[in-house]
């Protein structure tokens, strides 16, 4: 999770990103992500949700899943889910 400091953020957005075994694609995407929404003074929270091994990978209930995380875990209620 990121927040600008100095300023009130224009929207909170929680990012769910269902995920399997791509961890170069992972990094290149974490490492991109953070100055674009900074940029843009954006309180937001990244939530990496990965199946069990010997899972079928379903993206469909993997972000249902992070969606019914980032809402327990997280004290901040989020304008938006991308």
Not at 11 to 31: G, M, N, Q, T, W
Not at 36 to 57: M, S, V
Request: hydrophobic share 45%; proline share 6%.
């Amino acid at each position: 999770e990121w927040s600008p400091l100095n300023r009130k953020p224009k929207r909170r957005v929680a990012i769910i990103v269902p995920y399997r075994d791509r961890e170069d694609s992972l990094k290149i995407f974490i490492r991109n992500i953070h100055p674009f929404l900074a940029k843009q003074l954006i309180d937001y929270g990244i939530f990496i949700i990965e199946p069990i091994k010997n899972i079928t990978f379903n993206r469909g209930l993997l972000m249902n899943i992070g969606f019914i995380h980032s809402l327990n875990i997280s004290k901040n209620k989020w304008d938006c889910f991308m």
